[in-house]
């Protein structure tokens, strides 16, 4: 039997890579639903060529442009608009498999609708277990759901702990491997261009992502993403600069064993890998060439030059709150860097200046997490003004 994917943020990077992926096994997969947040005409266009039964517009907005578009191209897609929408595409007839793809916190809901509903999740949305992770992994585990990272790292990790069956006692540490951002060796960072920032030396990614990788704050919500994912404290999951991309992350065991995945850099690889979990298909990536490779290399990262690393240890450590906190301060603090309203290494200040008033209380709730999102972006855009 063919599985249904419904894949949430259809038109980004990641989206255009599984669909990538899933029309290289049409034996296997069945596109139920696609969604976006405003690129109507892109979402027309990948409808025409994969016709899933449904189609959302998170922009209420941009519902009847969808709509029109659709009927233009002579589609028979169901259209739906709005962000409530997106849960609806999930739990549509004939999905089990869910590709969270949509970038930052707004990827939470329907996430977790997919966990209820008991889905096969790919997730690639770390905002959305970086602010939720207990409530997210709950819903996994009560919805008898499956959660499979896509993040290059945390499915090498994953890959990693196959043999371990479950047990955890024999891990000494997570290693996660960063490429160092195109800032790795530039020591002055105070003139940094959002174009310059979104150059990165070895994938091609969405912008936010992109300057993420630039602050190594994407590091650091791999670094929550995986204590959630793995279960490891933030004292066990260590993070070690590897500007070529190829190790894509390690396990130490007690015994002294390192396990690593090795790859090149390319996105389609874990989709393959958590689209056909346990079996292995084909990705369309390129043969890993070692005699073209040369030397892999290893350094520390920088921790004065991207204070965003160390903050989100901070935030791990202080709690969900905080990790609700600092990822809103950081979405806020990333859009406006990208809008030209604050300077590269305003985005660190603003996010430690967030998460000085972050509170204590972890959310129980989805509400209360959405609630501390509001209060946090609210305390970020007042600093982001202040400082413009
Ligand atoms: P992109 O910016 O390329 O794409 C984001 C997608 O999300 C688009 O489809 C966009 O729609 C949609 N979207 C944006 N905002 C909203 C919203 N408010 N409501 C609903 N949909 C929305 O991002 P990426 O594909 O690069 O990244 C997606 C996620 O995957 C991120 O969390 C990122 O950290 C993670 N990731 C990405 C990797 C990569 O290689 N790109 C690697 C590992 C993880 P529209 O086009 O209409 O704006």
Avoid at 48 to 70: H, K, N
Avoid at 74 to 86: I, M, W
Avoid at 338 to 345: K, T
């Amino acid at each position: 039997m063919k599985h249904g994917v419904a894949i949430l943020g259809a038109t980004g990077s990641i989206g255009k890579s599984a669909l990538d992926v899933i029309e290289r096994h049409p034996d296997r997969f069945r596109v139920v639903a696609l969604t976006a947040h405003s690129s109507v005409s892109a979402l027309v266009a990948l409808c025409a060529r994969v016709r899933p039964d449904f189609a959302v517009i998170a922009d209420p907005a941009r519902e009847s442009a969808l709509r029109e578009g659709l009927a233009a191209a002579g589609l028979p897609t169901e259209c739906l608009g709005g962000a409530a929408a997106l849960s609806s595409a999930v739990t549509a007839p004939g999905v089990d498999t869910v590709i969270a793809a949509i970038v930052g916190a707004a990827g939470l809901v329907p996430t977790l609708a997919a966990a209820r509903a008991g889905h096969r999740i790919l997730l690639a949305n770390k905002e959305a277990i970086v602010c939720a992770g207990g409530l997210l992994m709950d819903a996994v585990r009560t919805g008898e759901a499956q959660l499979l990272p896509l993040d290059s790292e945390h499915s090498a990790i994953h890959q990693c702990l196959a043999g371990t069956a479950g047990t955890r006692g024999g891990v000494r540490r997570l290693i996660l491997t960063a490429s160092g951002g195109p800032f790795r060796t530039r020591t002055e960072l105070s003139e940094v261009t959002p174009e310059q920032a979104c150059a990165h030396p070895n994938w091609v990614m969405g912008r936010k992502i992109s300057v993420d990788s630039a602050t190594l704050m994407n590091k650091g919500l791999e670094v929550i993403e995986a204590s959630w994912l793995f279960g490891f404290a933030p004292a066990n999951i260590d993070v070690v600069v590897h500007p070529q991309s190829v190790v894509h992350s390690m396990v130490e065991f007690v015994d002294g064993s390192v396990l690593a995945q090795l790859g090149t850099p390319d996105m389609r690889t874990p989709l393959a890998y958590a689209l056909a979990f346990p079996e292995r298909v084909a990705s369309g990536s390129d043969t890993l060439d070692f005699l073209a490779l040369g030397a892999l290399t290893f350094e520390a990262p920088d921790y004065a030059r991207f204070p965003c690393l160390r903050l989100a240890y901070d935030a791990l450590r202080a709690g969900p709150a905080a990790c609700v906190w600092l990822n809103a301060a950081n979405e806020m603090a990333v859009d406006a860097f990208l809008a030209r309203r604050l300077s590269f290494l305003g985005i660190a200040r603003v996010i430690e200046a967030t998460l000085e008033q972050a509170p204590l209380q972890a959310p129980h709730s989805i509400d209360e997490v959405l609630q501390g999102d509001a209060s946090a972006r609210r305390k970020a855009g007042a600093l982001i003004e202040r400082s413009a």
